[in-house]
């Protein structure tokens, strides 16, 4: 990389399915000082588009079954970049193995760069887009140093499952902890339930981090039974609630000995607290967390509910080139994570939901107003109100409650196809349409996504009642 003439000031890109050269390739960048930034595989050309045009990375790893979409990026960004592929090497392009045949005398002697500014940004990860576009959020060293190593309280024998890209702030956090605590990292290409547990049988894994949906999923394979689980130490829940009936059929397949924790945090602050039992947390060391009333932003009192916002001991650098954005959350130091909750008078801190509209569907939080203003392309479409059916497996489906045109002849199937064609399969209407007369309001008028939402359980479930 040096070589290349990548510094400080440049950023490496990264769109790749886990495998050791993600891993090669950004410890490389963390050794020269420069941060970079990984994309999931599964992200459409047009969030691509939108988070390198934010960056603009000066040389870009990727798989080389993406590397048309990567090379339409570069070319539509007019990035001056170099791309080499990690996998499914392409004839014509330029790949790892190329990079890692060069015999360097520098090798020998190379030493890490000395980080003299421990706020200077270290990596790059996204945060959801609940509130728009994703952003790009920075991570310094001292925040890596500081909250990301000490909360997986890691040692040399541990063995850790890690399923996340170093898209997600989680995968980015076990990646180093593994490497600094010398402990061993086992990284299958993506998630794969059945696949999973073989792997903890197989490489007796001590640590595993899981999001709810990931341990339904485990939970509906059959492999479950007769897998041998007795390795496990810790699995730590992360990204949504992890409810009692879940963690109780987890259980069942675990050694006693093993300890199901629950964590709350964001790609912007990281872990900030713990669940102590059933939806009542413990804020981390280091961090402290006040209320704000929604109207006023003045501080609430204990059990008053409002908004959480955090503070760190270490400053947080922001969001990358966005210094609106960065002041819209981070006032007088302190962060607006734009969940709804309250302190009891045990000074425990009950979550209840997030604020702003969002829909979480298996790892990605999205905004339904973008599906909605893709169906409302549709001329035929008056009104649309997307809405998430929850769903243990996927989190929610989503569906939309449509008022169609009176004497529009549009089908449901229309609509979903209409959305498959231009989304990825995750944002795919697998919730079902529905053709409604109209969409629930609020007293002011205004759809109400709640009403909305539970119209199109409803609907959803007379559907399936229909089919039984
Ligand atoms: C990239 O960002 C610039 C500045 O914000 C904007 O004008 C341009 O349209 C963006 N390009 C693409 C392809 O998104
Ligand atoms: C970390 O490990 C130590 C020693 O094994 C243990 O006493 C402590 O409770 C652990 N802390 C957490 C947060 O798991
Ligand atoms: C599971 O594995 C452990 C350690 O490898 C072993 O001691 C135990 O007997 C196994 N349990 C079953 C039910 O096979």
């Not at 980080?115 to 001292?142: E, F, M, Q, Y």
């Not at 890209?165 to 794969?192: C, H, M, Q």
């Not at 399969?425 to 205004?446: D, I, M, Q, R």
Request: hydrophobic share 40%.
């Amino acid at each position: 990389m040096i070589s290349m003439g990548i510094t400080q000031s440049d950023i490496v890109g990264i769109m790749a399915t886990n495998t050791s050269y993600v891993m090669t390739v950004s410890f490389a960048a963390f050794f020269i000082g420069t941060p970079f930034q990984a994309i999931d595989i599964s992200l459409e050309k047009e969030s691509v588009l939108h988070l390198w045009n934010i960056t603009k990375p000066k040389l870009i790893f990727c798989d080389g079954a993406i590397y048309k979409v990567v090379s339409e990026v570069v070319n539509e960004l007019d990035l001056q970049c170099n791309i080499f592929t990690l996998s499914n090497h392409q004839t014509g392009v330029e790949n790892i193995e190329t990079i890692l045949k060069i015999e360097t005398t520098e090798v020998s002697t190379f030493k890490p760069f000395a980080i003299s500014d421990l706020d200077a940004t270290a990596a790059l990860c996204c945060s959801s887009g609940s509130s728009g576009p994703s952003k790009v959020v920075c991570w310094s060293h001292r925040f890596i140093k500081r909250y990301c190593l000490p909360l997986l309280n890691g040692s040399s024998s541990d063995i850790i499952l890690n399923a996340f890209s170093l898209y997600w702030s989680v995968g980015i956090r076990e990646y180093i902890s593994a490497a600094l605590n010398e402990a061993t990292l086992v990284v299958p290409y993506k998630f794969d339930a059945k696949e999973m547990l073989s792997l903890i049988e197989k490489y007796q894994v001590t640590k595993c981090l899981l999001v709810p949906v990931h341990i339904a999923q485990m939970l509906s394979c059959q492999e479950i039974h007769t897998i041998n689980l007795s390795s496990m130490k810790i699995i730590q829940s992360t990204g949504a609630k992890l409810t009692i009936d879940l963690k109780n059929r987890l259980r069942q397949f675990l050694p006693p000995s093993c300890i199901i924790k629950s964590t709350y945090g964001c790609s912007e602050m990281a872990g900030m607290a713990y669940e102590h039992q059933d939806s009542l947390f413990i804020l981390h060391p280091n961090i402290e967390a006040k209320i704000l009333c929604l109207n006023t932003n003045k501080e609430q009192n204990t059990d008053e509910e409002g908004e959480i916002a955090i503070r760190h001991k270490t400053s947080w650098c922001g969001y990358y080139n966005d210094e609106k954005a960065t002041r819209q959350v981070y006032k007088d130091g302190w962060y607006r994570t734009g969940d709804l909750g309250h302190f009891d008078s045990n000074k425990y801190l009950h979550i209840k939901s997030r604020i702003k509209d969002i829909i979480r569907l298996e790892l990605f939080d999205i905004s339904p107003l973008e599906i909605e203003s893709e169906i409302m392309k549709m001329t035929e479409v008056v009104l649309v109100v997307v809405v998430g059916i929850p769903d243990e497996l996927k989190w929610n489906r989503l569906a939309a409650l449509v008022v169609k045109r009176p004497d529009s002849k549009i089908t449901a199937v229309d609509i979903q196809n209409h959305v498959a064609s231009r989304k990825p399969e995750y944002k795919h209407l697998n919730g079902g349409v529905y053709f409604v007369e109209s969409v629930p309001t609020t007293a002011t008028g205004k759809v109400s996504r709640r009403l909305a939402t539970e119209r199109g359980i409803e609907l959803y479930n007379g559907k399936q009642n229909d089919t039984n």
